[in-house]
Every structure is written in C-alpha cells, then in structure tokens.
C-alpha cells in the first residue's frame, strides 16, 4: 500500500515538474518525490521538518488550514511567508474520496508554477492540474479503503479490549482473522499494545492515526475501561471508576486513551512500538489536556477551585505476546505505563510496564481518596511541602542529598520536614509511616 502511493505522488512530481509530499488530514507524512539540487535551495524549514519527523506541527497545520484546504474542492494556491517558515509558495491538492477529504499532495513552487492555471471561477484547470486531480482522486480512493479496514480493526479491537473474560477467545479469533484477512498479521508473531494518553476524541470524523510500519489497528477507549469485576466499558461510555472497573469516589468521566496494537520483530525487541509512540504523541490529537485527576508537580491538586494546567501526553508500552487473548491484560499494563509516564516526568514521555518501579503497584490500587493523615498536605497551600517530602523520601532519608536537589539549606529541609510531621502527624523516623507517606504522595498525581 506505501509502493501504490509512492508510485501516485511521483506521476504527480513528473507531470508538474515539481517536488511533491503527500500527507494525511492530520498531517502525517506518507510519501514524498525526489527533491532534486541542494537541500537548502529547493526546500523550506516547513517541509524539511515534515520529511524528517514525518509530520508536521499543529501550528503549520492550523497556519495552512486557515486557507481553507479542508473545504476546498479544487486545487489551490498557498503563497510563501518567511516569517511562518514557509519560503517558497504552494499548490495543494486536496485529497478526496466521495466528497470526504483524507489528505493532501503538497507541490513546491519555485516559480515556474506562478501562471498555472488551476481551474475555478468558470476557468477550466491546466491539463497538468487535470491530471494531477485525477491522480489525487486515485490517491484518496486508496487512503478511503484503508481508512474503512482500519475502521474495521480498531472495532474489532476495542471489542476485544473490552470483552467480558468469557468473551475474549470469540474477540480475538474475530481480530485474528481479520488481521490476516487484511493481509498485516501472520498467527504467532510477537504483538504488544501501546496507550496514549490522553487522546483527543471531539473530532468524531478525523482520520484514524498515520499508517506506520508495524502498526495494525488502533482505537480510542476511556482510560478506566477494561473487563475487570464483570464490568464492561464501551469506547464511548463514561464509568465512575477511576481505574480498571475499581470502584471510587470519582464520578468524572475517564479520560480517553489510544490504544495502539504494534507488529514487534521479536518478544525481546520493543524498538518498532518505541516508533509508533514516538509518532503518536507527534499527534495533535495527543496530549489534549491533564489526565483525570491529574495534578501538577508541586500543587498536586487540593481543591483550589482551578484545574491543573495541561501536560503533554505519555505513552506505556506492555509486554509482548503471541496470544491475541493475552491483549486486554498487556492493555492493562500499556495504559498503567502510561499513567505513570504522565504522572511522573522522569518516566516519560515513553515508558515499558516493566521499567515502571513501585508504580506497577501504585497503578493497581483503587482509585479511593488520599489517605486522611496525608490530606492537609496535599492542600495547594502546602505545595513546597509536599515536594520537599516526596524530593527526602526519593533520596532514602538522606538529608545533604535531598537539600542538594532542592537547592535549600540542611536547615531549612530540617523546618520543612518538621511542618510536615505536623501536619500529617506522622514520624518521619518511623519505616511504615514514611511507607504511607510515600505511596500516598506518589498515588495522589495519578
């Protein structure tokens, strides 16, 4: 399917003469022609960094969308502006099949494409353009089919992802099937899941995520879905747990998540779900607010009346397996990842569920509220507080260290953890008391 459009873009590069990049509606790159010459004199900033992240940035996409590219139906021209990036003009092609858009060709303009004419307004178009259009027609005709088998597998996965226990064997066999119907899976290769999170769901009609070597179906599912206690969560359903069916006092709807299923080479070699992630959390769907309960580093929410500040989205990888029934529990461990990825930036943004520490177990407690010696401290008030108790237990107890990554002095961490036993009215000397303190301080941010 990446030789078809390939082969598409470069009929279109030929009969116009110019380089030419194809791109999803989300602005994911999928093919570019040859750019013949020195870089610097034929490209621009904007489409150098496309071709080398493979995607371009929300706000060249928000900058180009202004033009009217989603709407229109005909090619158009985008002129250059240097202070954008964008130093050489451009026509666009948009990409449509039955009056949907699914992408775009992009044609750099060095000039010699000033005077062609592109239809419109009674006009008829050049003949290049003509032939252009129809090549682009053929182009969204094959992103429309992919788009509809994609659709198919992110259904049959998140039926999977949320089946009951008794109902995964029929979930996975319906998956496996599919999957080697669409030709992308061979039974007994080594799979594993990614969670992104969170995950923009508002654009109900936005194309599913870019085509990438090793990515078989993605969906989106609430950050609290899964099958656990004979719950059963629908993509679109929102449930008042705060984690895996286990019931809390959070009556907010979870966050949603993306669930990525990745092709691996071997059980032992995670690097191709590395990519995808890395590709994921490129999205501008990605990272479109705080996860649910989310607070940020120092305050850690308390009440303040005012919601925490977006952060950017995380993504958890889970163990590799060969068993599709094994899915819905590397989901589990993919999105705990990913929750301690986004709670905890040193993790992230790209975490293993096997590399995640003390949080494998933080990620798999109830989502109760915070234990009520540790509630005053969690106050924004206390802010300072709380960071300088988290920062000691992180250091073992060792006061020179842990006033050396604060940057205070000794003496000052000595008031500070003194406040902090007062308030919470636990012994910082005592195992089993710094034990809570820890656990709670670290729980309260997921």
Sequence with gaps: MRGDYQQLVDEISAALGAPATLEDRDFGLIAFGAHEGDDDEVMDP??????????SSAAVRAWFEAFGIARAKTALRIPPDPAAGVFKGRICLP????GIVHGYVWLLDDGHLT????????????????QAMETAARIGELLADEARAGSELADLLRELLVARPGEQPAAAAALRDALRDSLRFTPGAPLTLVAVLPWDTSDTDAAPPPSLPGLLAACALPAGGGPEDGAVVGADEPEPTAHHGRTGPATRPPVPALAALVRLRSSGAPAPAHTVAEHLLRSPRAGSGPAEGQAPRGGRGGGSGHPPPPRPAAAGIGAATRELTDLPAAWREALDAARAAHAEPRLGPITRWDAIGAYRMLTALPGTAPDPAIGPLLAPAHAELARTAEVFLDCAGQ???TAQVLGIHRQTLYYRLGRVEKLTGLDLGDGEHRLLLHMALKAARL
């Design 95 to 98: 990409v449509r099949h039955r």
């Design 115 to 130: 005077d062609l004419e592109l239809g419109g307004r009674g006009a008829p178009p050049d003949p290049r353009i003509a």
């Design 399 to 401: 006061a020179s260290r």
């Design 46 to 55: 904007v489409r150098t960094r496309s071709i080398l992240q493979r995607r």
